[in-house]
């Protein structure tokens, strides 16, 4: 059903050229790619249109997945036009999830922990960010460091779940961003990462962050389905990564997980305070503590979201919500506007979510399936519906 791919590219182009940023990265036919900007209630018209003739595909994998896609594409339609949506209705129709409140009393209990875990005394904040300086690799050292470990994480996603022929990505070093790392999906089965280096890059954080940007994460992902779903079965809706869609889930779930589908913690740590610190010139004994620390603030992973309902749902002066930011993610002045711009991007407003939903529901499912979900996570598409009873 060639016509209801190209109607979906077509459409999503014709959203992206009212919202730039809605298209994450194209490698389909470019006689598709035509940003017009049309009256948005003609594109609600249309996505509606759209949703009723996916109803027809035969294929049930491929259908799922475009009907909760779709739905998302007439959930942003409808803010195209003005229409006034609840915060909470805008995550559950782009997205397919719930948006997440955070428990206050389970945050405070973890901010005990980590003052348990950070050496020293004092404010939290101050000791958090002399450690964090300890850890920092500098930006000229930031690629000679990131090359080894790039080079392992392909070879083990090579031997564990396989690579496209001639997939590849290139590195680049940028300023100015709400994010601290980005994957570019170029098409032709290569993508670009940017790291953000307005903050301090951490080698503790670096095999983390390649992961989820690289092998086995948003790039990996992106290649594989380009080779299986494009290229193999001819599903050119795939050719498009949309960033306000409930593919987005699946996609942070896979990525936050990425580190532990091909390495134990434990491994990631010998690796970090042997081999890493050294070639990063740093003090094992610090990535040891910041790794500790690490741990403890696991359970602050629902503060941005909550920070996000605050500032979009309860419309709490900024003030406020950048100084819960500092108080429980534990940042000083600067970490907390850069999260503040995340959460504040009208691209990124409601995607906070799809980190710690999408997470945990990927942690679930591989718990229960192993590497043979993961795999199969990287290969075919997948709602969040789905994704949820894979881990029931």
Known sequence: MTDIAERYIRLAHAIDAHSEGFIDGYGGPQEWAVREAREPQALMLEASALLADVAGVPEDARREWLTVQVRAMHTM?????????????????????EARRADLNELDGALRALDAALPGSGPLVGREEA?????????????RVAAPILAELRSRVSARFGLPDGEDFSIELVNDRPWSGYNWPL????????????????????????AHEGYPGHHTEHATKEAGLVRGRGWQEHAVQLINAPECVVSEGIAVNALRAVMTPDETEAWLTGELAALAGLDADDIRAFLAAAQARRALGGVSGEAAMRLHADHAPEGE?????????VVGEARARQSLRFIGNPTFRSYIFTYSVGGDLVRRAT??????????????PVTPGQLGAMGQ
């Open 77 to 97: 339609t409808r803010l195209l036009s003005g229409e006034a949506i609840a915060y909470a209705d805008e995550v559950r129709g782009l997205y397919d999830i």
């Open 131 to 143: 450690l964090r300086s300890r850890v920092a690799v500098p930006r000229g050292d930031i690629l």
């Open 187 to 210: 098409g032709n089965l290569k993508s670009r990462i940017d790291i953000n280096t307005d903050l301090p890059v951490l080698l503790p954080s670096l095999p983390d962050l390649l």
């Open 321 to 329: 919500v950048l100084e819960f930011l500092r108080t429980y993610a």
């Open 367 to 380: 718990e229960r399936g192993g590497s043979d979900t993961f795999a199969h996570l990287l290969r075919e």
